[in-house]
């Protein structure tokens, strides 16, 4: 007769967010049988061997990533203008499937990176619509807000500098300078709405925080998907 067991995830995410239905069963010298996780973990992407020890049914290898991941590539912004928006596809675009699953936050992080070698800085952010905000001095972050009872956002809208219409569900940053050189065209009506904003020449570091573990697009409060910071001027010629 199968016997209920505690399950120790040894860091791997494997446990849905929203469900209480997760069961694991084992007996002695049977392979233990886990209900109600996920076939992979979400942020490594293994799929996991479960072993029983001590009575206690355990993944047996670690997650390499047991607090998530967090993202960093750095943008080059030469001409001072930035072209916001959600999807550049057209001129930056990778294969998806060339890694892990997108759906884990190691696939993500690893378009996050292949992106960035392009010359974009991409990030996925769900359905959120978010915005680009100043933070200070040649320092900004992707976020969206909430409102409250009288409609007034947690960030004041002067600090907004773009809107981001997600229907790819991720944001897409690039030098506007260098978008175009390699083929955009801004009067193509199939790009969207999209934001040219100024900013300091220099090279920028994007901070994506979606692929940490707990992060959550879904709280009630100000959600703030990348910080974005100058970290060193442009290159004198």
């Not at 995410?13 to 996920?38: I, Q, S, Y």
């Not at 996050?112 to 978010?130: D, F, K, Q, R």
């Not at 969206?144 to 956002?153: A, E, M, R």
Request: charged residues 25%; hydrophobic residues 35%; aromatic residues 8%.
């Amino acid at each position: 007769m199968p016997t209920e067991t505690p399950l120790n995830t040894n860091g791997h995410d494997l446990l849905p967010r929203r469900t209480h239905n997760v069961m694991v069963f084992a007996e002695p010298g049977e392979k233990p049988m886990v209900a109600g996780v996920h076939r992979r973990c979400a942020t490594c992407d293994e799929r996991p061997t479960y072993v029983l020890r001590e009575g206690t049914v355990h993944v047996q290898d670690p997650c390499p990533y047991p607090t998530g991941i967090t993202t960093e590539i750095t943008l080059d912004v030469p001409s001072g203008k930035l072209i916001v928006t959600d999807d550049l596809r057209a001129v930056y675009d990778v294969d998806i499937d060339a890694g892990a699953s997108y759906n884990t936050a190691l696939g993500k992080a690893q378009v996050v990176e292949a992106m960035a070698a392009l010359g974009c800085a991409y990030g996925p952010v769900g359905n959120s619509c978010p915005g680009l905000y100043r933070e200070g001095e040649n320092s900004y972050i992707i976020a969206s807000p909430i409102h409250d009872d009288d409609d007034v956002p947690s960030l004041p809208e002067e600090d907004r500098l773009a809107r981001i219409c997600t229907d790819l569900w991720a944001y897409s940053i690039a030098d506007f300078e260098d978008w175009k050189a390699k083929g955009g065209a801004p009067e193509n009506k199939r790009l969207g709405h999209y934001t040219v904003v100024d900013v300091t020449p220099g090279a920028y570091k994007f901070t994506l925080h979606t692929g940490e573990r707990g992060f959550d697009n879904y709280t009630a409060d100000t959600v703030i998907f990348a910080h974005i910071e100058r970290v060193a001027p442009a290159p004198t010629t």
